[in-house]
C-alpha cells in the first residue's frame, strides 16, 4: 500500500521560508510526477508545483521565483523549498505521487504565514 508522508509545516513569518519534505513508500516503482497542491481556508485544492522522475518541473505563476521542488529519486522524496513566504501562502500543503497511472495522495500539512 502506497503511503506518502508529509513534514516540514508550520507557523513562519511574512517574508520567512519553510522546507516540506514527502517521503513516497510502498511500492517497488518509483512515483513518475511528485507534486505539492495546496487549498487554502475556503478555497479548492490547488497544484503548487510538479516534477517528474527526470527532473522536468512545472509551476503556479503565484510561486515562480520563490518557490523551488526538488526530489531525491533513490528515496522517493519529493521536497519544497519556499521562499519569500506571503500571508497568501496559508493553505494545508499535500503532496501527491504518480505511479503506474495512479495517484495518491499524503494527508496534507499545514503552512501559516503570519506576523
Known amino acids: 500500500q502506497v503511503q506518502l508522508v508529509e513534514s516540514g509545516g508550520g507557523l513562519v513569518q511574512p517574508g520567512g521560508s519553510l522546507r516540506l519534505s514527502c517521503a513516497a513508500s510502498?511500492?517497488?516503482?518509483?512515483?513518475?510526477?511528485m507534486g505539492w497542491y495546496r487549498q487554502p481556508p475556503g478555497k479548492e485544492r490547488e497544484l503548487v508545483a510538479r516534477?517528474?522522475?527526470?527532473?522536468?518541473?512545472n509551476y503556479a505563476d503565484s510561486v515562480k521565483g520563490r518557490f523551488t521542488i526538488s526530489r531525491d529519486n533513490a528515496k522517493n522524496t519529493v521536497y519544497l523549498q519556499m521562499n519569500s513566504l506571503k500571508p497568501e501562502d496559508t493553505a494545508v500543503y499535500y503532496c501527491?505521487?504518480?505511479?503506474?497511472?495512479?495517484?495518491?495522495w499524503g494527508k496534507g500539512t499545514l503552512v501559516t504565514v503570519s506576523s
Open positions: 516534477i517528474t522522475y527526470a527532473g522536468r518541473t
Open positions: 501527491s505521487a504518480q505511479i503506474r497511472g495512479m495517484d495518491y
Open positions: 510502498g511500492s517497488i516503482f518509483s512515483p513518475d510526477a
